[in-house]
């Protein structure tokens, strides 16, 4: 009755059925648990924004990778802008996804170490290797509250750290990196300004990370599963179907060849 299932082509879309049912079901965790590190870091990013501030020097220090748990703390730095090394960081986009530079001043900590400040966004120049216009830093000494974050890497955000670049612009917010050239002790990772607020709203201060959308990966995740629940219920309806059309066939055969009975004699 079921002898069709060994024909090539149904051994074919058997196998390709019984491929399909693990690895929908392997998507459909992947995007659960995709969904699960999104819940976990809104999580993180909300209880690190309530925290009450802490001086930076007591989270990081030269050479430190700031990890995942204080990403986003508050912390506060009293110090005096270096302007004269300040740089831009290019290929950055502000809230409105205008394209721009990040701009990155060092800021001299008392004990003479430094941390790194993004003090927000301004445009780019219209001459990619002309250095755009920085509103300049508060002078003297002051407190800056801001976002602790990790040194940024090509690897971990994709960007990658191009050579050759005009005087005084970047592509990777690196402690490291600005350790060579300040010549001084720069504490890992730096600092996203939100306080004191800049004149003019320039540079735009980088906006608090959204930690309110999950995203639809959870649905994403509902929706292979349900792929994969058809996938048997599909192959079903299919085999069902053919044996049912075979049987008629054969039903059809069987009437087409039996002869018609004699007619009476009279």
Same mark, same amino acid.
């Given at each position: @009755?079921?002898?069709?299932? =060994?024909?090539?082509?149904?051994?074919?879309?058997? #196998? $390709?059925?019984?491929?399909? *049912? &693990?690895?929908?079901?392997?998507?459909?965790?992947?995007?659960?648990?995709?969904?699960?590190?999104?819940?976990?870091?809104?999580?993180?990013?909300?209880?690190?924004?309530?925290?009450?501030?802490?001086?930076?020097?007591?989270?990081?220090?030269?050479?430190?990778?700031?990890?995942?748990?204080?990403?986003?703390?508050?912390?506060?730095?009293?110090?005096?802008?270096?302007?004269?090394?300040?740089?831009?960081?290019?290929?950055?986009?502000?809230?409105?996804?205008?394209?721009?530079? @990040?701009?990155?001043?060092? =800021?001299?900590?008392?004990?003479?170490?430094?941390? #790194? $400040?993004?003090?927000?966004? *301004? &445009?780019?120049?219209?001459?990619?290797?002309?250095?755009?216009?920085?509103?300049?830093?508060?002078?003297?000494?002051?407190?800056?509250?801001?976002?602790?974050?990790?040194?940024?890497?090509?690897?971990?955000?994709?960007?990658?750290?191009?050579?050759?670049?005009?005087?005084?612009?970047?592509?990777?917010?690196?402690?490291?990196?600005?350790?060579?050239?300040?010549?001084?002790?720069?504490?890992?990772?730096?600092?996203?300004?939100?306080?004191?607020?800049?004149?003019?709203?320039?540079?735009?201060?980088?906006?608090?990370?959204?930690?309110?959308?999950?995203?639809?990966?959870?649905?994403?995740?509902?929706?292979?599963?349900?792929?994969?629940?058809?996938?048997?219920?599909?192959?079903?309806?299919?085999?069902?179907?053919?044996?049912?059309?075979?049987?008629?066939?054969?039903?059809?055969?069987?009437?087409?060849?039996?002869?018609?009975?004699?007619?009476?004699?009279?």
């Amino acid at each position: @009755m079921y002898r069709f299932l =060994l024909s090539r082509q149904w051994v074919i879309l058997t #196998l $390709v059925a019984l491929v399909l *049912v &693990p690895t929908m079901v392997e998507l459909g965790f992947w995007q659960f648990h995709r969904h699960e590190r999104r819940v976990a870091q809104n999580a993180l990013i909300a209880e690190n924004l309530k925290a009450k501030p802490r001086p930076v020097q007591e989270l990081t220090s030269p050479g430190h990778t700031v990890p995942r748990a204080d990403y986003w703390r508050r912390v506060t730095a009293t110090g005096t802008f270096d302007t004269a090394h300040e740089v831009v960081v290019r290929r950055r986009t502000n809230a409105d996804d205008r394209q721009g530079v @990040m701009v990155l001043t060092p =800021l001299v900590l008392k004990d003479g170490r430094v941390v #790194l $400040v993004n003090r927000g966004w *301004v &445009p780019a120049a219209p001459d990619q290797k002309a250095y755009p216009e920085v509103p300049p830093a508060p002078k003297g000494e002051i407190t800056v509250t801001g976002r602790l974050k990790a040194d940024e890497t090509t690897d971990a955000s994709g960007i990658k750290d191009l050579r050759g670049l005009p005087d005084r612009q970047v592509m990777l917010i690196n402690s490291a990196q600005q350790a060579e050239l300040l010549g001084r002790e720069v504490l890992g990772g730096y600092l996203e300004q939100t306080e004191p607020e800049p004149a003019g709203n320039t540079p735009e201060l980088v906006p608090e990370p959204d930690h309110d959308s999950i995203g639809a990966h959870m649905a994403y995740a509902v929706q292979w599963w349900l792929f994969t629940a058809g996938v048997p219920v599909g192959w079903f309806i299919l085999v069902r179907r053919e044996k049912r059309d075979r049987e008629a066939a054969a039903r059809t055969d069987g009437a087409a060849g039996t002869p018609e009975p004699a007619p009476a004699a009279v």
